[in-house]
């Protein structure tokens, strides 16, 4: 490798768009993931409620590269940065020098503090979080079967979703449509339609990020499809045998986090400012202060529109940061000026609720049912990488839409945390 060298740390969507933009003479892209492969998170609950597979939301981040010289792929889990000698560090001792430096490694879920509570709920950021999540649902319907007391039974039939924004609500709708329909003929002992599927949200309405009505419209359609939603007060405690909102314990063996993020540690690498949640506080142009070699990116940094509002965590935003550095380091490597400072177009918020229900809110237009549905469709299936991946994703949601069948109800891995149901 030669010439100018630009290290990516994070193949997520900022990450992914950066390297795919940037072809520049003289100019060698590596990219380092702590994991071989991109993720489509926003459908990663689907691989959680047994709709789609893994292999169809993910791809090897070498394979996207195949055709491209310029960029070469490492395996690898950055923990720090020393930013004097411009090295990256790898946790199995390697060192990675950088001339530039993107930091694109995104975020997790939080527990606000209560971390202990991450092995009674977990969250879904990772294909390992999902094939987890996964692995509860459908044992607990299997282990519901074996079981005699009706207590139990119960609480082994309450699935518990914290969180309304658009994971939780998507969860909730699925596992609605999985208790009402899919699995109802499958089952000898339980009755799976009378399954308690309870939404829990701190703040007043669902899906907040969206306009009042179609939080609404969205409460209403999950309150017709079976889910309890219990907005306005929080979870207080969380263990193996059920959640506790206030004073009230609701015995639930399968719970969900669908609250909180914390970005990861990217700003503590580079000594940047962060906020509240860990956010590396970025230049108008994504460079961290006083070090115009290294841009923050994603979910990673935090960026403000231009009404001093901050960019949301979502993958559009990620993607337009992305394609901006390509175009600052392109100026800069044929000593142009810099472009502008960074622009957000935030372009709309979309969330399903049920299997042909959505809702899009596009600022001054706003969607909700069957054609919102088909458009978050769409959409989704645009952006999947690749025709084979579409076709798959296009034909499992064919075939749960048309037959109410799922084709990835798998239950895979061990058992491994004592309150798995
Ligand atoms: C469940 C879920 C649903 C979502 N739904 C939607 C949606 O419907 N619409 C939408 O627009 N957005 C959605 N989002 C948000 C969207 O996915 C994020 O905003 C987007 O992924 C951010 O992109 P990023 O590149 O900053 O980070 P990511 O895409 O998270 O990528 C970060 C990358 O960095 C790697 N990495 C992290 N730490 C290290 C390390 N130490 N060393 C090496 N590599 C590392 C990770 O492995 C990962 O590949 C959803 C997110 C989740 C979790």
Excluded at 28 to 34: E, L
Excluded at 175 to 194: G, K, P, Q, W
Excluded at 263 to 289: C, F, N, Y
Excluded at 376 to 382: P, Q, V
Aim: hydrophobic content about 45%; charged content about 20%; some cysteine.
């Amino acid at each position: 490798m030669a010439g100018h060298r630009v290290v990516i740390v994070g193949g997520g969507f900022a990450g992914l768009q950066l390297a795919k933009d940037l072809k520049c003479p003289d100019t060698s892209i590596t990219i380092i993931d702590r994991r071989n492969h991109h993720l489509f998170q926003p459908l990663l609950y689907q691989v959680a409620t047994t709709v789609l597979a893994t292999s169809e939301i993910a791809w090897p981040i070498r394979a996207v590269f195949r055709s491209r010289k310029d960029v070469s792929t490492l395996l690898g889990e950055v923990i720090g940065v020393d930013t004097a000698a411009r090295l990256v560090s790898l946790k199995d001792g390697h060192s990675i020098p950088y001339d530039t430096l993107v930091l694109a490694t995104g975020a997790r879920h939080a527990y606000f503090g209560r971390d202990d509570w991450e092995p009674f709920a977990p969250g879904l950021k990772a294909l390992e979080d999902a094939t987890t999540i996964r692995r509860r649902l459908l044992l607990a319907f299997e282990k519901a079967e074996l079981e005699s007391n009706p207590d139990i039974r119960r609480a082994m039939l309450t699935f518990s979703i914290i969180g309304a924004g658009p994971t939780g609500v998507e969860m909730a709708g699925i596992i609605a449509e999985l208790t009402h329909r899919t699995l109802v003929e499958e089952f000898r002992s339980i009755d799976t339609t009378r399954a308690r599927i309870l939404l829990v949200e701190a703040g007043p309405r669902v899906l907040p990020a969206f306009h009042e009505t179609l939080s609404h419209y969205a409460e209403q359609s999950l309150a017709a499809m079976g889910v309890e939603v219990r907005t306005g007060r929080p979870v207080t405690n969380c263990n193996e045998h059920g959640i506790s909102i206030g004073d009230e314990f609701v015995p639930s063996h399968t719970v969900i986090w669908a609250a909180g993020v914390q970005a990861s540690k990217a700003s503590v690498w580079v000594g940047a400012e962060k906020d509240r949640v860990g956010r590396a506080i970025v230049q108008p142009d994504l460079t961290v202060m006083d070090h115009p070699e290294i841009f923050v990116i994603g979910d990673a940094a935090l960026v403000k529109t231009g009404e001093g509002t901050p960019v949301p965590g979502i993958a559009p935003a990620a993607k337009q940061q992305g394609k901006y550095v390509a175009k600052v380091i392109k100026a800069r490597a044929n000593q142009r000026p810099a472009p502008p400072p960074f622009k957000y177009k935030h372009l709309g918020n979309l969330a399903t609720i049920g299997p042909s229900s959505a809702v899009i809110d596009f600022g001054k237009l706003r969607l909700k049912g069957t054609l919102a549905w088909w458009i978050w469709g769409f959409a989704h299936i645009y952006f999947l990488i690749g025709t084979r991946s579409r076709m798959a994703v296009a034909l499992s949601w064919l075939w749960a839409f048309t037959a109410g069948h799922h084709s990835a109800r798998l239950i895979t891995q061990k058992e491994t945390l004592k309150n798995e149901v």
